[in-house]
């Protein structure tokens, strides 16, 4: 946990070093929802941002596991908190990574062979259209690449889909840019900031009366694997009780249940399985916890990983991604008045993505079942 704390105010020296001027250059200074002037954050400040999300989400996935060892009161402060920096931090990239996510797929459905280039925004947009308008003599079409005979609707639905997610994916990232924004210039994010600064230097142990009256309180023994074990069995459980047998299956008819439905909340079965991703990394954030405490009594680095898990969870983040793009399409393809190759187009894009959900559960599955391997 010192280490992360540690990670995290570097991360958060890196970001008052590189982003000091991003409320001028980002949607914090009067750009708005999507207006123009709006640039795209330096590397060094996106780099720290998700240092910063990265170390908050590892404490507060050590402060779960093992919160019985530590001091009650400052856990349960603490857990929310981190919680809440590390979820608002991520939304900016879990927007701009679902637009390329769908953007890419709706390319790859239209039968063309390369992918497109990726569109500049705000001003950068129309000064792109100007140049291009004057290269182009007056009286000559623009070249436009020929659409296969069976697939002409789709291509046209297909753009016109991509537009449509395109202002409503970039409008919520540029929402989710201004409120991290105002995040990390917060009182909230500075108190948390100062809690870690604490964290840094000492770990705030639960404490327990001495054996004798009026003796010192001692500090709880710090024993990591029975609380890693019980981190361990949860997943296990949970693990237990998907539907492996079925996933990955063509023709999985539990995963077309509700695939109609006017309800726009997620998708009923994917549930489980993001709740079996979020005890994964619970899990693995405890396994090195356990094999930092080896190495420091060791004397040695530790940095054995289980390729087993790692598989395993990056299959549960496509899964996750493609459940997230799926619902997205299914939004879009919700909105009033547009055209029916568009509907079609989105229509096809979502059942894309839940194929793409199948095919993550098998990936899981599939490596899950394997023999544990650790390399050095």
């Known amino acids: 946990m010192r280490a992360q704390a540690t990670e995290f105010l570097r991360a958060l020296r890196r970001h008052r070093e590189s982003g000091a001027g991003a409320g001028a250059s980002g949607v914090g200074a009067g750009a708005g929802a999507g207006g123009p002037g ?85 001003r950068a947009t129309a000064a792109t259209t100007a140049a291009t308008a004057a290269t182009v003599p007056t009286g000559v079409p623009a070249p436009v690449r020929p659409a296969s005979p069976d697939r002409g609707n789709l291509t046209v639905g297909a753009a016109k889909a991509g537009a449509l997610l395109d202002r409503q994916l970039t409008l919520a990232r540029t929402r989710a840019h201004s409120t991290a924004l105002q995040a990390l210039g917060s009182s909230r994010f500075h108190a948390v900031a100062d809690k870690v600064a604490l964290l840094a230097s000492e770990v705030p142990l639960r404490v327990t009366a001495g054996p004798n009256r009026g003796a010192a309180p001692e500090a709880t023994p710090s024993d990591l694997r029975p609380l890693a074990a019980a981190a361990e069995e949860r997943l296990a459980d949970a693990v237990t009780a998907l539907p492996l047998v079925a996933a990955g299956s063509p023709y999985n008819a539990q995963a077309l249940v509700h695939g109609l439905s006017p309800d726009p909340a997620p998708h009923p079965q994917d549930a489980p399985w993001h709740q079996v991703r979020l005890l994964l990394r619970l899990h693995r954030y405890a ?58 187009a989105l229509g096809v894009l979502h059942a894309d993505q839940r194929h793409e959900v199948e095919a993550a559960r098998y990936a899981f599955q599939h490596s899950w079942r394997k023999e544990p391997i650790r390399l050095p």
């Open 287 to 344: 396994l090195e916890a356990l094999a930092g405490a080896d190495a420091a009594s060791a004397g040695d680095s530790g940095d054995a990983v289980d390729v087993r898990l790692l598989a395993a969870g990056e299959a549960l983040d496509r899964h996750r991604d493609a459940s997230e793009a799926a619902a997205a399409a299914a939004q879009a393809a919700r909105t009033p008045r547009i055209a029916p190759a568009t509907a079609y």
């Open 38 to 122: 709006r640039t795209a954050p330096p590397a060094d400040d996106v780099d720290a941002v998700r240092a910063l999300r990265r170390a908050a989400r590892r404490i507060s996935g050590t402060l779960h596991t093992f919160q019985p060892l530590l001091d009650a009161s400052w856990a349960e402060e603490m857990r929310p908190e981190l919680a809440w920096l590390s979820g608002t931090l991520a939304l900016e990239h879990a927007y701009a990574s679902r637009l390329e996510r769908l953007l890419q797929a709706l390319h790859r459905l239209s039968g063309s062979s390369a992918f497109p280039a990726p569109r500049p925004v705000g």
